[in-house]
Each structure stands twice: as C-alpha cells, then as structure tokens.
C-alpha cells in the first residue's frame, strides 16, 4: 500500500501508525432502507468493496449523492489509510476514496442522507475515531455479520465511552456486543428452575418476608444473619442466585428494628461465594452498579419490584430476554464482560449518570460462556478433570475397593492374588511368571486391581444376566431400539421411520424397552394365570417406567432420568396394589359389618 | 430515613391498623419519608433529616396505635392459650378414658373392643390437632414464649411513653426520637410474633 506510511490525524485525532492488519470495516448508509441488515451483510459489502476501483481522495462530498440514491458506503480500513467504497445497490458498480486525514473521513460520513453503521472492529480498535463521527452522526451504528445496532457515548466510571443501544433497556459494551449470542442461548430454563433468591430480611420486616414469599414461592430463601448468609451461599452449587438486600457503599447491610446492624457483608466477597459454587450472581441492591462505576449521585429501586422481576424472568428461554425483564422494571442495565471475558451486565446507571432510573443490579455470566467459544473456561475444567478429579477418584475407588470386597468376606490377601492372576491372564504371561511384577506394576495393582476384579465380575454377571432374560427379547425388540446397520428398507417400510429413521435411537431409550417388555411379558403371563395382583404389580411398574422414562426426556433431564424413573415406576406400582388391598379389606370389613347388624336385626 | 433510622415496621404496622393515619402523615410530613404503599427501597438515596413536627406526630400516633395492636396480640395470645389448654384437658380425659377402656376389656373379657378403639383413636386425633396448632405458631410452647415476649414489650412501651413524654416536656428532640425508634421495635416484634402466628402482617 503506498499510503501505509503516512499518518493520519486531524481535530485532536491522531491515529498511529501501528499494524492493525487488515481491518477491513464497513459503514453502510442506507438511504431509504429502515429494515435490519440481512445476515452476511458486512461480509458481501467488504467484498464488493473490494473490487471496487480505487480513486484518489477528494471527491468525499459526492458520496452524499451516490448514498442519496439507495447505494452503501463501505469502509476499509489498511494501515493508516481509510477508504470509503461506494456501492450501488444494483452492484459493486462503484468507486473507493481513500482518505488519508481522519477529518474528511468524518466529513464524508458525515454528509452521508441516511444512518451510517461501522463494523464492530472498527470501534474497538479505533474508539476515537468512532466518537469523532458519532459526534457529526449521531445515528450512527455498528454492524456485524449477526445484525446492527446503534452506537451512543456514555459516561462510564467518570469517563465517556462508546457503548451499543442493542435493544430497549439493554445496552452493550463493544466486546459483550461481539459476543451476544452467548445471551441468546436456551440457557435460562435450567437456570430459572434452579433459581435461588437470598433475601437478606430481617425477622421484624414480616410485611416484606410475606411479599416475597407471595411473589418468589419456593425460590426464596431469608437470611437475617452473617452465618445464615454464609450457610445459603455455600448451599448455591450452579445455581442462579439472586441475593436481594439494602446496600449501603459496596456491602449488603442488614439492620434490625432498632436500626442496629445484624449483617454486614461486602458485595465482591459474596460474588466471590457464589463463583466458588460454579453459579451466577445477580446482586439486587442499590448502589451496587453505580459504586463499581463510582459514577454520581443515586437512585433507589425497590425490592419488590426487582422480586417481581425476578419472579417473571423465570419464565423466560434466553439470558437475554431475562436481563430484558429485569431491565423493564428496575431501569436499563449494561452488558459488559469483565477481565476474564465474561459476560456480567450492570445497571445502566453505571455507565450514564444522567438516565438512572433505579440504578442497581449487576448480573455476572459466571459460567454462562460454557459455549465451545470460550475455550479458556473449557480448557482449564478439562485440565482440573485430568489432573486432580480422576486421579483423586481412582485413588479412593481404590481403596474403597479392598474395604468393600474385605467385608463382602473376600480378603486382602484373596483379592491381591486373583488381581495378580487376571492381570498375568491379561497380558498371556504364563501360570509361573504370576508373581512377576515390577514396583510400578504392582502399585498400580495395588490401586487398580480390586476396581479391575469388580468390574469384570460386574460385566459378566450383566451378560449372564442379559443372556437369560433379556437376550429373547432384545432380539425380538431389536429392530424398535433405534437404527441399526442391519435395517433392510423391509424393515423401514414395516416399522415406520418413526423407529428406524434418523434420530430414532433418541426417541425411546433402548433399555427402558427392554425392561419395559421384561416386565409386562410376566405380567401377562400371570394375569392369564389368574394371579391378578402380582400381573398389576408389574404392569404398573412397566407402564410407570415408559411414562417416566418419556417424560423426563422430553425435559432433557437425562441423568436424573433413570433413578427417577425407577423411583416413579416402583411408586406407581406399589400405591395402587395396596390401595386395592386397602379398599378390598375395607369393602370386606364394611360388608361384614353391615350383614351383622342386619342379622342382630332379623335375629330381634 | 435520616437519624432516625428505617421505620420500616412502624410504617408497615399502621399500613394494616390506619392507613388513613398513615397517609395523613405522609402527606403533612413527606420529610419522614414514610411510603403509603409498601415498598422496600434497596439503598440510603438522598437523606432528609426529618424536622421535629414529624417526628413527634408521629411518635404520637406510633405510640397509640402500637398500645392497641399490642393489646390486640396478647387478647389473641391469650384465646389461643386458653384453647391450647382446653384441648390438653380433653386429651387428658380422653387419655384416662381410654385407659379405663383397656382395664374394661380385660375385666369385660374382650367385649367393647371397638369403643376402646374408637376412644384411643380419637385421643390421637386430638393430640394431633394441639401439635399442629402448637407447631404452626413454632412449637411447643412457642404460644406461651409468645405471651411472655409481648408481655415484655408491653413494659418496653411503657418506658417509651415515657421517653416521649420527657421529651416533649423538655423539648428535647433526642429523646423524641429515641421513643420513635423504641416504638419501632416494638411494632418490629409484634410484626414478627404476628407472622410466626399466622396472623395479618
């Protein structure tokens, strides 16, 4: 490029000459057009920008006439040099000025009829040069491949800084705003049912208790007590936690009837707690957001209107439709990630002195960004799994081993040498060379080989198992328990795509077939025999089981989905046998009863 | 609230028993900052000291309103007490009832055997009622903990009255404030016995 060396500067702008790679930006005036950019936008425009022809600067001014008549401006920025393509909306028919002082790229835009977006990089990278035209533009926005947004200048901890209006309500630092989709995921019903809110009330306030518990429900816990707070927040394992209370500087302070203080609790240690439990921290105080921005005078909000808020959010799919319910009724909040990256919104107050309507919460995406994009917060789980959680469970899986198959009646001395022996078996060594083991060898025996020797008589008595009860039926049922290799089109065409089609291996847990057939097959049998009750008794525990099993997939609770099951399948077994006995010994007891008095009587 | 601190349960208290009072007072005297609705504001905001008026028309009727409420919780400690100690009685008797009925069946060899049920059950039934009324309100003898404690505040409103008086006496606006803040946990304690008793808060 044969302006790289130049410097561009101008109006107290001076724009280094540093490599910031390609920045290849984009800022579209559209002159008629109201309508959301399409996805891809900014990609497509840079390209047709591209192979625009490149003319001097100078002619900055025509731009205005080529927008007026429905075309796009991109921007691109090399090096020091800016260059503004304008193309017509038929095509990449048009032509690129290069700008080489910062104040005609701001003249340009700024006679540019209609709103003018800047790419996201762009603002990031040149924050001054993007307040230099939201100063001439103040419509201007700032565009991705995902969509646009309007930019605005805010006061943020004493400072101006460029934040994006990315819905009513909800604004976004430049990098949240880069990774929004974070907030668009169906995060929140998990998190929603997993709401706690830790309302720091003092017994006395009984009105506000009654409030709360009338709004929140289950989802409420009080605290009135250093120690109860530290007891509920160490009891928040991933969950989303709400702590509401009175603040006062940066601490949650709790005062009794008699104005004496009972709690008193800084803001960043509970975040802290709350972190430790892997959940998030939504902090519903005053102040809170303005003290972290140490920005002006306050409001106040109320609580129960933030609980109302709370209460309604739940209901919400998306992080970012709860932050949006949140914002409607405690005053705008600001998204932001902090210096690890995450998300965390703040209340608007934080960030714009002067629209505080009731300035406070403060949200931290602990671990919302669970996302493959955040490979930091992956990587170092993955780690923490390798190095620390599997060895330290192997370690005490090991030792439980020998304590568990001592007092099953095996002893250590049985135990070491069958490990010896199935390990030797292994590994083809022959009868004599059993006790031919090294130091290493025989330490991991000593941790592996009870774990191995359970194990393998785990799996053989499941074949064993498997083989005398359900081989028959897994063989009848094979074809339902999802696709196969083995699927002929005869089978298709006679089962349906419903079972044997893609995905149906997701619909019907083969297993809960299974059990399901393994139990209603006697069931039948045995109604047939004329032994009704034991025939309910396991059609109940079949029919129980499918029912739960379906039901608790359907709610993509799958780990939870068999213990319930069972528990759900014995439960709806047992409760109808013993009401029939019940009311069978009722029914006998009554007509007894009544056929006595009526014999008393004839007997009279 | 300024130097007089959160008035939170006296605002709540006369929100149930005189919302006309209350508004009254919000209206004649905004620098107490009391709310005719409830609310619960999460931060100081900006602080007015509140002038010497309010606070003594307030103390005034605080004063008033938490002798009556008062009274009200210990008459109906006192009816829960009484029930509470009727229903023992009944389980007494029907204990000794139902301990006559086993003396009954083995000198009547086996006959009554249904009453002797029916009596044994029913003396169940009853013990059952007492515990939950007793647990609702928490506890076993949580209801006569309960008399105790108001008893005391009883004696707390005294000492306020006083304050009160002294202060008006002799113009002193610490003491006029010291018996609003005694009169606030006053209310704050009838407020919490009235919701561990399942009562209006």
């Known amino acids: 490029m044969i302006l790289s060396s130049m410097h561009l500067t101008g109006g107290g702008l001076t724009v280094s000459s540093r490599i910031y790679g390609w920045l290849l930006a984009f800022a579209a005036a559209l002159a008629f057009a109201t309508s959301p950019a399409a996805a891809g936008l900014l990609s497509s425009l840079i390209k047709a920008g591209e192979k625009a022809a490149v003319k001097k600067a100078g002619h900055a001014a025509r731009l205005a006439g080529v927008a007026a008549k429905g075309a796009k401006v991109a921007v691109r920025v090399e090096g020091d040099a800016v260059a503004v393509t304008a193309i017509a909306a038929g095509g990449v028919a048009g032509s690129t000025y290069l700008f080489l002082h910062a104040d005609d790229l701001v003249r340009a835009l700024s006679l540019v009829d209609g709103p003018v977006y800047l790419p996201v990089e762009l603002v990031r990278r040149r924050p001054r040069l993007a307040a230099e035209i939201l100063e001439k533009r103040p419509d201007l926005g700032v565009i991705d491949d995902a969509g646009e947004a309007r930019l605005s200048i805010a006061r943020r901890a004493g400072r101006p800084a460029i934040v994006v209006e990315a819905y009513p309500g909800l604004t976004m630092s430049l990098d949240a705003w880069a990774r929004r989709g974070l907030l668009q995921q169906s995060l929140m019903r998990d998190l929603a049912a997993r709401m706690r809110v830790i309302a720091i009330v003092d017994r006395t306030d009984q009105a506000q208790r009654a409030a709360l518990k009338a709004r929140l429900g289950k989802f409420v816990v009080f605290v009135e007590s250093e120690t109860q707070l530290t007891r509920e927040l160490g009891r928040a394992d991933r969950r989303l936690v709400a702590v509401v209370g009175h603040v006062e500087g940066m601490e949650f302070v709790l005062r009794d009837a008699g104005d004496r203080v009972v709690v008193r609790r800084g803001i960043d240690g509970i975040h802290s707690d709350i972190d430790k439990g892997e959940s998030i921290g939504l902090m519903v105080g005053c102040d809170v957001a303005c003290n972290v921005g140490g920005s002006g005078p306050t409001r106040v909000i109320d609580a129960l209107r933030a609980t109302e808020a709370l209460a309604a959010g739940a209901a919400a799919s998306t992080p970012l439709e709860f932050l949006r319910t949140i914002a409607a009724a405690t005053g705008p909040l600001h998204v932001e990630t902090d210096v690890y990256g995450r998300l965390r919104a703040v209340s608007a107050a934080n960030v714009r002195a002067g629209d505080r309507m009731y300035g406070l919460s403060r949200v931290l995406f602990a671990r919302a960004p669970r996302a493959p994009t955040d490979p930091i917060v992956a990587g170092r789980e993955a780690l923490n799994l390798l190095l620390v959680e599997a060895p330290l469970a192997l370690i005490v899986s090991g030792l439980a081993t020998w304590l568990t198959l001592t007092m099953l009646g095996v002893p250590p001395r049985k135990t070491w040498r069958l490990s010896k022996e199935h390990y030797a078996c292994a590994l083809g060594r022959p009868e004599q060379d059993v006790d031919a083991i090294s130091a290493t060898e025989r330490a991991l025996l000593l941790l592996l080989g009870p774990i191995g020797m359970v194990a393998r008589t785990c799996v053989k008595l499941t074949l064993a198992f498997a083989n005398a009860t359900l081989g028959v039926l897994g063989t009848l049922l094979m074809p339902l328990l999802g696709k196969s290799e083995q699927v002929t089109d005869a089978d298709l065409s006679f089962y349906g795509a419903r079972w044997l089609g893609e995905g149906a291996e997701r619909r019907v847990p083969a297993a809960a077939v299974l059990v399901a057939g393994a139990a209603a097959v006697p069931a039948l049998a045995a109604l047939i025999a004329g032994q009704a009750d034991r025939g309910w008794l396991l059609l109940f525990v079949a029919a129980g089981l499918l029912v739960a099993t379906l039901a608790l997939r359907r709610e993509r609770r799958l780990v939870y989905a068999w213990p319930t099951a069972t528990a759900l399948a014995t439960a709806s077994a047992t409760l109808p046998f013993f009401m029939i006995e019940w009311i069978r010994q009722a029914a006998t007891a009554m007509t007894s009863w009544i056929g006595g008095r009526l014999w008393a009587r004839s007997a009279n | ?201």
């Open chain 2, 1 to 201: 609230m300024g130097e007089i601190g959160q008035l939170a349960a006296t605002a709540d208290a006369l929100r149930r028993r005189r919302p006309d009072l209350l508004a009254r007072l919000a209206q004649d005297h905004p620098d107490l900052g009391l709310a005719i609705t409830l609310q619960r504001p999460l931060g100081s905001g900006e602080e007015i000291a509140p002038k010497r008026g309010g606070t003594q028309a307030l103390a005034e009727v605080a004063m008033a309103e938490a002798k009556e409420d008062l009274s009200d919780l210990l008459d109906f400690l006192a009816r829960r007490t009484r029930l509470l100690g009727r229903i023992r009685l009944l389980i007494g008797i029907s204990s000794a009832v139902a301990s006559a009925s086993v003396v009954g069946l083995l000198i009547g060899e086996g006959r009554g055997t249904t009453l002797a049920a029916v009596v044994a059950f029913t003396t169940t039934l009853i013990g059952l009622v007492m515990s939950y009324i007793e647990d609702f309100s928490g506890g076993s003898g949580s209801t006569a903990k309960l008399r105790d404690a108001m008893l005391r505040e009883l004696r707390r409103l005294v000492e306020a009255r006083s304050e009160l008086a002294i202060g008006i006496a002799t113009d002193d606006d610490a003491k006029i404030v010291a018996a609003l803040k005694l009169v606030n946990e006053v209310f704050g304690e009838v407020q919490a016995a009235r919701g561990q008793l399942g009562l209006p808060v």
